[in-house]
Nanobody, 121 residues
């Protein structure tokens, strides 16, 4: 069974840094786009950043210059380095991936369980 397992959330003061990790586990044939989304209380889930299998990246304007997304294709893992964190970055962060499991013939979209990031002022 394929799943995405996140780690690295926590509580940090404004201006601090955190690094999130998300590993896709199970029998996986190929992983395409991977990314991070976040959802703050009372708000819709929003895109934070994505990275393609070739390394092309895309960021939300609100995190450009502060967050860096990267991936290790050999480990089917995506990372989000978050620097200069602000209180408005407080949210549950979700990992997302388009991948093809080894036993199926199509790509499907998967979500992690979410990890809480809290930035205090």
């Amino acid at each position: 069974q394929v799943q995405l397992v996140e780690s690295g959330g926590g509580l940090v003061q404004a201006g601090g840094s955190l690094r999130l990790s998300c590993a896709a586990s199970g029998s996986i044939f190929r992983v395409n786009l991977m990314g991070w989304y976040r959802q703050a209380p009372g708000k819709q889930r929003e895109l934070v950043a994505t990275v393609s299998s070739s390394g092309s990246t895309n960021y939300a304007d609100s995190v450009k210059g502060r967050f860096t997304i990267s991936r290790d294709n050999a480990k089917n893992t995506v990372y989000l380095q978050m620097n200069n964190l602000k209180p408005e970055d407080t949210a549950v962060y979700y990992c997302n991936a388009d991948l093809r499991a080894a036993i199926v013939q199509k790509f499907s979209n998967y979500w992690g369980q979410g990890t809480q990031v809290t930035v205090s002022s």
